[in-house]
């Protein structure tokens, strides 16, 4: 939190386009967790992204 300063925290893994907005896979750089990230017309969420049994999704080599 107070280290090094790590300008690109969040990169993002995949981005779809719909008719009124996009839905995108962001990874912290940090930690390895995933989040989804909606956006529309209509607003926004950010939520981590969850597999098949309910966990988070964290990839273990991203740094």
């Given at each position: 939190m107070f280290?090094?300063?790590n300008d690109n925290r969040f990169v993002e893994k995949s981005v779809q386009h719909y008719q009124f907005g996009m839905i995108l896979v962001l990874i912290d750089t940090e930690t390895?967790?995933?989040y989804l990230h909606t956006w529309s017309t209509q607003g926004t969420s950010l939520t981590p992204?969850?597999?098949?049994?309910?966990?988070?999704?964290?990839e273990k080599d991203f740094n």
């Open positions: 280290g090094k300063k390895g967790v995933h992204l969850l597999d098949e049994n309910g966990d988070v999704v964290i």
